[in-house]
T-cell receptor
């Protein structure tokens, strides 16, 4: 079974540009999560989709970040315009069932974003 | 104060040693607890869930103390391959509250030959 995949693996952009990250969850997983780890900090929750609906987006830092999951399959996270403090590793995770916080989340390899 | 606190380490121990990590959390309503392992420049992977009764998986033992709000991980007979960062994860003060998934900053473990 294929795991969670993310694209691109790395992205280097200039401040003010736009970047779109993609996540393909494990097939059949209704729940999809985005997380971010900035340099020297812990991994932080950004948002949670159940199928195509945003269940919880309380972790999104500001309105420069837009996440979508059209059709309930893959998800995109767009940062527009990117700022220096957006640099970090963006992880996507998926889980199978109800989204209960006790169930296992499977993480993708992450996208390393560097904003110059 | 951070919601989940861990000693960042690094812990540098010889192969075969027993090593223990602790983690404390601030939200007494938290429901679920996990240890994840993260290798350098890789994604976090679930090591084990942590239950009040304690649970063991091979050389790994996890314990939860709700009264004191701390979680522990014990690794016995450590192997070189155990070298990694261990993340304490606490979640859920409501049934579907994914926003309450809180990661600790991780404890680095290095096993030397």
């Amino acid at each position: 079974e294929a795991g969670v995949t993310q694209f691109p693996s790395h992205s280097v952009i200039e401040k003010g540009q736009t970047v779109t990250l993609r996540c393909d969850p494990i097939s059949g997983h209704d729940n999809l999560y985005w997380y971010r780890r900035v340099m020297g900090k812990e991994i932080k929750f950004l948002l949670h989709f159940v199928k195509e609906s945003k269940q919880d987006e309380s972790g999104m830092p500001n309105n420069r970040f837009l996440a979508e999951r059209t059709g309930g399959t893959y998800s995109t996270l767009k940062v527009q315009p990117a700022e220096l403090e957006d640099s970090g590793v963006y992880f996507c995770a998926s889980s199978h069932r109800t989204g209960w916080v006790g169930e296992t989340q499977y993480f993708g390899p992450g996208t390393r974003l560097l904003v110059l | 104060r951070k919601e989940v606190e861990q000693d960042p380490g690094p812990f540098n121990v010889p192969e075969g040693a027993t090593v223990a990590f602790n983690c404390t959390y601030s939200n007494s309503a938290s429901q679920s607890f996990f240890w994840y392992r993260q290798d350098c420049r890789k994604e976090p992977k679930l090591l084990m869930s942590v239950y009040s009764s304690g649970n063991e998986d091979g050389r790994f033992t996890a314990q939860l103390n709700r009264a004191s709000q701390y979680i522990s991980l014990l690794i016995r007979d450590s192997k070189l391959s155990d070298s990694a960062t261990y993340l304490c994860v606490v979640s859920g003060d409501s049934y579907s509250s994914a926003s309450k998934i809180i990661f600790g900053s991780g404890t680095r473990l290095s096993i030397r030959p």
